[in-house]
């Protein structure tokens, strides 16, 4: 059974950085795509960050230039290296592995709990 611990969130000020860690048991990085997302109060979860099997990177144009994604197989964790911190950024990060089609649309088999990042002006 696969599982996601997220780390690394906290309070920053705006123009601060934060990183965060996603540790995942289970050799799963060179079989899954890994992801990022958030949820802000009141808001749907969006796409942050993914990295692919093969190494490719994308990220929404929210976060483009200030985000970096990464992930360390031999310590089986995925990181988001945050620059530039806007207070929209505030929400709940969640890491999530292996994405699939359900049908209707792209999901992801794997969840973490979730870390808190809080970004004040």
């Known amino acids: 059974q696969v599982q996601l611990v997220e780390s690394g969130g906290g309070s920053v000020q705006a123009g601060g950085s934060l990183k965060l860690s996603c540790e995942a048991s289970?050799?799963?990085?060179?079989?899954?795509?890994m992801a990022w997302f958030r949820q802000a109060p009141g808001k749907e979860r969006e796409l942050v960050s993914i990295?692919?099997?093969?190494?490719?990177?994308r990220y929404a144009d929210s976060v483009k230039g200030r985000f970096t994604i990464s992930q360390d197989n031999y310590k089986n964790t995925l990181n988001l290296q945050m620059n530039s911190l806007k207070t929209d950024d505030t929400a709940v990060y969640y890491c999530?592995?292996?994405?699939?089609?359900?049908?209707?649309?792209?999901?992801?088999?794997?969840w973490g709990q979730g870390t808190q990042v809080t970004v004040s002006s």
């Open positions: 289970g050799y799963i990085f060179s079989r899954c795509d």
């Open positions: 999530a592995a292996c994405e699939y089609y359900n049908g209707d649309t792209w999901d992801y088999t794997y």
């Open positions: 990295v692919s099997t093969d190494g490719t990177t």
